[in-house]
């Protein structure tokens, strides 16, 4: 078992930053691959970002693609996603999602979640 605690959400102004943090509790960490997903409301939950488990390998959605840096920590069980300029229509709860698929952008290949972190940008 793995459990995801997200934190680091809040309100953003258009064109700042952020930084989202995900902790991970189980021994498995490091053999997982690790995801960020968004549900806005109303949206379905969509993929982010993504990182293999050695964090050699980083994959983006074409929207955040040079704006969202992904990267991890294996020793502290963590995993974080830099948002940079930040646009309005990033505003969705972000969730971190762990999974042993690599690489994929499937909601259904990832087997833990947290429980998201908001995240609101004003314009």
Known sequence: QMQLVESGGGLV?????????????GRQFSLHALAWFRQAPGKERQFVAAISYDDDKTYYTDSVKGRFTMSRDNTKNTVYLF???VKPEDAAV???AAGSAWPTTYVGEYDYWGQGTQ?????
């Open 13 to 25: 102004q258009a064109g700042g930053s952020l930084r989202l943090s995900c902790a991970a509790s």
């Open 83 to 85: 948002m940079d300029w």
């Open 94 to 96: 972000y969730y971190c």
């Open 119 to 123: 995240v609101t940008v004003s314009s």
